[in-house]
């Protein structure tokens, strides 16, 4: 049968989710990690739909009478364009499949703006860093995901750096507040991002002062989750992370963060808390971007 690529719709949503868990599964696998226990069940208020439709034109599969194999998701912001996902079902791999999805996003709806592109890939997987490689995309920062047990947050003494915060509402002014501090920490704003992220219930973003001022950004997570988290300077930034750490506890037993390589400070404090390395990423972009000592990401699919 002949392999065709078509934008997704709303209703391919639920088979996207199932492929993407199917293909990530398999690579942890075979590489010997951990298989997240709970598996991703798709939702109306996915990231997925969100795509679907704010920017339909970075969301394709790949399908074969009438059954999707694989799928890969782009967004663009400003002149900075970024590879979310790109998956194929394992027994579709041998075929070119994730070239031809890669090509596809790459090219189709990509305005003639953009002068970069970037992609966060499992360290371990060689196919895909090649995939990348092959693309003009290049090895810029390594990436691990930390764990630590709550109670070993709390039961330290409130860190002299923290700052004061306030819990943030979804709004233009809001979004206008977050996205100038990533237009100075990462190089370019990020609007959609803060749209589809406020929305969602299962969080909460908070705004950290210097004074009257707001130096940095957050977002807490009910899992215990940290970041996205920008900030306007190291001081700003280490003040946000400890303050957020006191956040993150009160909500799971376990407080988690992706943590670029580069980012010493962050790492020295996970460390104090015990903090471990729970799985390793790269980076990749055409060039340089972003100052990783005021940032930690939120997930490879959302920087």
């Given at each position: 049968?002949t392999?065709?690529?078509?934008?997704?719709?709303?209703?391919?949503?639920?088979?996207?989710?199932?492929?993407?868990?199917?293909?990530?599964s398999?690579?942890?696998?075979?590489?010997?990690?951990?298989?997240?226990?709970?598996?991703?069940n798709?939702?109306?208020?996915?990231?997925?739909?969100?795509?679907?439709?704010?920017?339909p034109?970075?969301?394709?599969?790949?399908e074969?009478?009438?059954?999707?194999?694989?799928?890969?998701?782009r967004?663009?912001?400003?002149?900075?364009?970024?590879?979310?996902?790109?998956?194929?079902a394992?027994?579709?791999?041998?075929?070119?499949?994730?070239?031809?999805?890669?090509?596809i996003?790459?090219?189709?709806?990509t305005?003639?703006?953009?002068?970069?592109?970037?992609?966060?890939?499992?360290?371990?997987?060689?196919?895909?860093?090649g995939?990348?490689?092959a693309?003009?995309?290049?090895?810029?920062?390594?990436?691990?995901?930390?764990t630590?047990?709550?109670?070993?947050?709390?039961?330290?003494?409130?860190?002299?750096?923290?700052?004061?915060?306030?819990?943030?509402g979804?709004?233009?002014?809001?979004?206008?507040?977050?996205?100038?501090?990533?237009?100075?920490?990462?190089?370019?704003p990020?609007r959609?991002?803060?749209?589809?992220?406020?929305?969602?219930?299962?969080?909460?973003?908070?705004?950290?002062?210097?004074?009257?001022d707001?130096?940095?950004?957050?977002?807490?997570?009910?899992?215990?989750?940290?970041?996205?988290?920008g900030?306007?300077?190291?001081?700003?930034?280490?003040?946000?992370?400890?303050?957020?750490f006191?956040?993150?506890a009160?909500?799971?037993?376990?407080?988690?963060?992706?943590?670029?390589g580069?980012?010493d400070?962050?790492?020295r404090?996970?460390?104090?808390?015990?903090?471990?390395?729970?799985?390793?990423?790269?980076?990749?972009?055409?060039?340089?971007?972003?100052?990783?000592?005021?940032y930690?990401?939120?997930?490879?699919?959302?920087?």
């Open positions: 049968m392999i065709t690529y078509r934008p997704a719709k709303p209703d391919d949503l639920p088979e996207v989710v199932a492929i993407r868990a199917l293909a990530s398999e690579v942890k696998t075979r590489y010997g990690f951990e298989v997240q226990k709970k598996q991703e798709f939702s109306p208020g996915s990231f997925y739909a969100f795509t679907i439709d704010k920017e034109e970075g969301f394709w599969i790949a074969e009478n009438n059954k999707i194999m694989g799928m890969a998701i967004w663009v912001r400003d002149s900075f364009w970024f590879l979310s996902y790109l998956f194929v394992p027994r579709y791999q041998e075929r070119n499949v994730g070239r031809r999805l890669l090509e996003v790459l090219h189709e709806g305005p003639p703006s953009v002068d970069n592109r970037g992609v966060i890939t499992y360290a371990y997987n060689a196919a895909s860093i995939l990348y490689m693309g003009g995309m290049y090895a810029r920062e390594s990436l691990y995901r930390m630590g047990q709550s109670a070993l947050i709390e039961s330290r003494p409130r860190p002299e750096h923290s700052l004061d915060c306030e819990k943030l979804p709004g233009p002014e809001t979004i206008d507040r977050l996205a100038s501090i990533d237009a100075r920490t990462l190089g370019f990020r959609l991002h803060h749209e589809y992220l406020l929305q969602r219930q299962d969080g909460a973003c908070y705004a950290f002062k210097e004074g009257r707001t130096a940095a950004y957050g977002y807490v997570w009910s899992n215990g989750q940290i970041g996205p988290l900030a306007l300077s190291t001081s700003a930034f280490l003040g946000a992370l400890q303050t957020a006191s956040l993150a009160t909500n799971a037993e376990e407080v988690s963060i992706m943590v670029p580069s980012n400070l962050a790492a404090v996970a460390l104090g808390y015990r903090f471990r390395v729970h799985e390793p990423y790269v980076l990749m972009s055409s060039k340089p971007f972003g100052d990783w000592q005021c930690l990401l939120h997930s490879p699919p959302l920087l």
